[in-house]
Each structure stands twice: as C-alpha cells, then as structure tokens.
C-alpha cells in the first residue's frame, strides 16, 4: 500500500444521544511530507470517484463518454490520478461506493476480485459503502476488504486475493447483534498538522433495493442524523474539517457533457434533504448513486458527484488552517475532470486486465444453454423483439416466486439489448445452437440487477405512454414485456412525439388476458438503469417496496439453463400491436 497520512479512527459504535452506543480508535500512521501554503495553511487534494462499477476496460457506448468525448477505463484512470498527484504530496483518493457490483464479466466472473486489485494499484485510499457492495452479502463484503479465496468458488485466478488496501467506511450501517458499524465509521487523516477526518456511510435505502440476505443482520440509519451524531465527537478530539463521503446523489435536470459536468443545474434528489440537514461544522458532501455529474453549492456546502463507470475524477483542493483546524474561508474549489484516453495506459493495469482476460477465456466459453433457431435483436413493426422479449421473459421468471419479488410482469429497455443470440457455432466451436456465457453476456453487458417494485395499473400506463413522449427529442423507445402482457399503441398519436405525455397513445392494455386495472396494485420487475427512471421512464420513479434481486446476465443464465434440452426458441412478438 503506497504510503498515506492517516490517523483512522475505527468506531466501534456511534457516540451521540440518538444512536446511544460507544467508541474505538485505531493507532494512527505516519503524516505525510507536507505541503504548506500562507504559513499555517495546508493544501490538501482530495481526488475522488464513484459508481466505478467494475468497469476495468473502458466501457463501450454511452457509457464511455463524457458528451463526445471518449472516457474511462482503469489504465487511463490510473495515469490521471498519478499526474494529479504529481501537482500535491498532500493527495487522498477517495469513493462514494459502488466500486464494485454490477459489474462486467471481467470482473463479475471473479467476484470483482480485479477491481480491488486494480483500486489497490491506482491508489484508492478510503471508500464509502454503496449498495452494490452489498449484492454477495456482507460477509463476501468483508473479504473483499480483508481478503482470502472465496468460500466456494476459491481464487479463480490462481493468485490468491489479499483484499483492499483501501479502507473501507460505513458509518450508519450497523450490526443488530451489537450495534457495531460493519466498517469504522470514519477516518481522520493527518496533512502535516491538518486533520480532516472522512466519514463514509451509504444511503438508507439500502435494503429496499438489493436483496434481503445480502444486508441481513444489519441496521441502515439515517445519513444526516448519522453525521450530526458524530460532529460533537470529532470536535472533542480537536478536528474541525470535515468531509462526508455518502452513496446517496441528485439528479440535475439536464444531460451530462462536457459543459455542464462543473455545473449544477436544478439538482433534486435525496442528497438536497441530506445536505440541508447536515451540521454546519461539515465542509464538503462527496456523493454517488445516481451516476450523475454534478459540481454544486447546497446550502453553503460544495456537494460533488463523478458521473460513473470511471469517467470522471472529482479534483478538489481544501485549504486548511492547522492553527484553527479548519477549511479556510473559500477554501475549497471543485473540478470534475474527464478521464481521457489520450493519455498513456498504465502498465500495471495493462498487466492486470490482461491477466484476468487469459484467465476468463474458459469462463467466457462456458456452454451454459441451447437455442432451437436465432434469437434477432431485430424490431417489427410495432418495435417489438424476440431478443428483448426473451430478457423480459427471464427477468420474469427470476422474480415471480414469493421471496424474490412476486412479479407479474417484467419490462426490458431495447437500449439494454446490444446483440442478438446465434444459432450457428461461433469461431470457439461450442456447436450450433450452444449458447456461452460470453455470448449471452454480450447480450447485455452492463452488469445491472433486477429491481422488483410495486406500481398500479394507471402508474403503469403512465409509463407506456412514456414511451412516446420523445426521449432525446428524436426517437421512441418501446419497452419489451414479457408473456402475458398485451398492448396496442397508435402510431399516428405517437408521431406527434408529446414531450408533455398528455397524449392517449396506448391502449388495450391486458396481463394475462385480463384488463389491467387502473387501481389494482402489481408487482413489475425491470432492471436497475430502468428503476432509477433511465431512459425518460420517470414513471417508474414512483415504484414503492422495491426489493432488489440478482444482476440480469444471471437471470438469463438461469432461463437457458431451465429450458434445455432442448433449448430457448425464439419468443413470438405477439405482444405488442401498432395502428397505423
């Protein structure tokens, strides 16, 4: 681990009157050289990311780009942060979660083992907790940070895992057992006489959206109440600069390019309230979650986000007084950075990735399903596809029985769908009609897991009418159901693309042969880029006692395995009719 000033305090619990539980430091470590500006002011850089998500090659179409400009991968990732820091010895890199967890295949198929390994060699320092860290458990959590082969599928690699160098924070998640965080609350960190301590915690929410055995056995508290909690504590122990790393985010009201990743335009979301409860005493909010980017002043505060996927890094630079311990009066400036690719690869990352892409080959070859004929990813008429249909079909099937979700039906965006599955044997030679991994996670390849909610029939036809109201101002994006949901929309309504969605563009809408019921509630699966309203589908927004299952290429997985021999056959598109 590349050396860092730091002093982590590991609480064992919360200290205030609304948590009502104790505490425990760690010893501290060495400072860093220092860098000392206006006689008693320390220059501190914090470098920070979010919603990484595993993305170790740079990601493919939209998500790698930044407006026009090509962005992210870890080789280019680590060549940023390295010149940086170059420009300040008093440097701190930092997360707001989701490193890992819906990722791709190159990390997903060993337990995103290669994007610890890769956040070790590109100098991650501290991490707060998301949700995603959540989707193996927090057992498996634990060994991502501690380390060790995993319980039954070993270290796939062949090298060991000696898990993060990073440390993990978690301030309001907490053990029901003993009322212990999972990981220290926060870090307090030791710029040559400058403290700035770190607090880390993930949103509350966390259990409605991720599987309940993944959180089992733990307590998600509230983030402002949590932070306050702890800001009469840390003032006791002489720090005044503090800085709150939380996975929950704001969605600005405009699409992300280059212009407007430094701005903040008519953020709203959960991390406004966050901010606007938070003690005065905190100087700076790091947030995620939304994989958005924004640059923005809430109620005095800077609150920053990194877009996603490793597209940005946020540089900041916080001036602190070591004679009064705190931020300076306007000493904080941000600037969202776009990770290039025209800078060189870091050869470190170049060694790892491919390292891991030799060690996947039989992985990704692995024959895991068989086809009866090709499955297009070709619409009709009406929109409607065999491919997307298939996906619906298997969400479906992964989220109908009583513990995973009850759903009735299930929604796939075409977007999501990059290929379509061949019946004739690719150059690997596993036969014709045999489906790999590879192949169907080529499929859909962004790694997303499957959000069951609840909507009412009328919620429901909002969001097919949605699918009319222009996205993007140029195209239509007709989501695909699975079996048993029929509908019909009128092409000469839908040509008048109404940004408003005041238009009667659907209609007959049935489940099962049954109308849909404008005040029945149902249980409605999608994937979690669809959950979080992606591709306009605000509608879905709405969707209450969400429960979040696995990532959608294991589903799909499951459905070919369960229907061979002797194999999936193309889906009919039977379910969706247009008029002229």
């Known amino acids: 681990m590349r050396s860092r000033s730091v002093a982590l305090v590991g609480l064992v619990a919360l200290v205030s009157a609304t948590t009502g539980v104790g505490l425990a430091m760690a010893a501290p470590k060495e400072p860093k050289p220092p860098v000392i500006q206006d006689g008693s002011v320390v220059e501190v850089q914090i470098l920070s990311l979010n919603d990484f998500h ?18 992210g991968g870890a080789e280019y990732l680590a060549t940023h942060v390295a010149n940086l820091e170059q420009a300040n010895r008093n440097t701190i890199v930092v997360a707001a979660g989701d490193l890992i967890g819906a990722t791709p295949l190159l990390s997903a198929a060993f337990h995103d083992e290669p994007t610890i390994e890769a956040m070790n060699q590109i100098g991650l320092d501290l991490s707060s ?4 860290e959540f989707d193996e458990g927090s057992t498996e ?10 319980p039954v599928d070993g270290c796939a690699d062949g090298t060991g ?6 440390q993990y924070l978690s301030a309001n998640v907490v053990q029901e057992s003993n009322g212990e965080p999972l990981f220290p609350a926060y870090s307090i960190e030791n710029f040559h006489g400058a403290r700035v301590a770190f607090i880390g915690m993930t949103l509350e929410g966390t259990p409605t959206i991720v599987s309940p055995s993944g959180v089992a056995g733990l307590d998600f508290l509230d983030e402002a109440d949590t932070v306050n909690a702890l800001v009469p504590e840390l ?7 503090i800085v709150v790393l939380v996975h929950e985010g704001g969605q600005p009201n405009t699409a992300a390019n280059e212009t407007t990743i430094n701005q903040c335009p008519g953020v709203s979301g959960p991390i406004v309230d966050i901010t606007n409860r938070l003690d005065d005493e905190v100087d700076l909010i790091i947030s995620g979650h939304t994989h958005q980017p924004y640059n923005c002043v809430i109620d005095g505060k800077p609150v920053t986000s990194a877009f996603s996927f490793g597209r940005l890094v946020t540089d900041i630079d916080m001036r602190v007084d070591r004679s009064t311990g705190d931020v300076v009066t306007n000493g904080i400036t941000v600037n969202n950075r776009i990770i290039t690719r025209d800078v060189p690869l870091n050869s470190g990352l170049t060694e790892l990735i491919a390292h891991y892409l030799e060690v996947i080959a039989p992985i990704r070859d692995r024959p895991i399903g068989n086809i009866t004929a090709d499955i297009v990813q070709t619409n009709d008429d009406s929109r409607e596809q065999p491919m997307g249909n298939a996906i619906a079909d298997a969400q479906l099937a992964a989220t109908a029985g009583a513990d995973v979700g009850q759903a009735v039906v299930a929604f796939m965006n075409p977007g999501g769908v990059r290929a379509g599955l061949t019946y004739a044997s690719s150059s690997v030679g596993e036969g014709d009609g045999v489906v790999t991994f590879g192949e169907a996670f080529t499929v859909q390849p962004f790694g997303n897991s499957l959000v069951t909610m609840t909507l009412t029939g009328a919620q429901i036809e909002t969001v097919l009418e949605q699918q009319f109201c222009g996205v993007n101002d140029t195209a239509f994006r007709v989501l695909l159901p699975s079996a048993g949901f029929h509908y019909t929309w009128d092409a000469s309504q839908a040509a008048l693309i109404d940004p408003g969605c005041t238009g009667d563009v659907v209609s007959g809408i049935t489940l099962n042969g049954q109308p849909l019921v404008a005040g029945t509630s149902y249980r409605v699966t999608v994937n979690s880029f669809l959950a979080d309203g992606g591709d306009g589908f605000s509608g879905l927004l709405a969707g209450t006692d969400r429960l979040g299952g696995e990532v959608d290429t294991d589903a799909f997985e499951a459905y070919l395995t369960a229907n061979t021999p002797p194999g999936l056959s193309p889906p009919p598109t039977d379910r969706i009719d247009v008029v002229p």
């Open 235 to 241: 003032t006791r122990r002489g720090v005044e600069a």
């Open 141 to 150: 959590l634990l060994r991502m940070q501690n380390g060790g082969c995993h």
């Open 129 to 132: 907790v998301g949700n995603h």
């Open 161 to 166: 895992f000696d898990g993060a160098d990073f």
């Open 54 to 71: 595993g993305n170790l090659e740079p990601p493919a179409g939209s998500s790698g780009r930044v407006g026009a400009t090509l962005a």
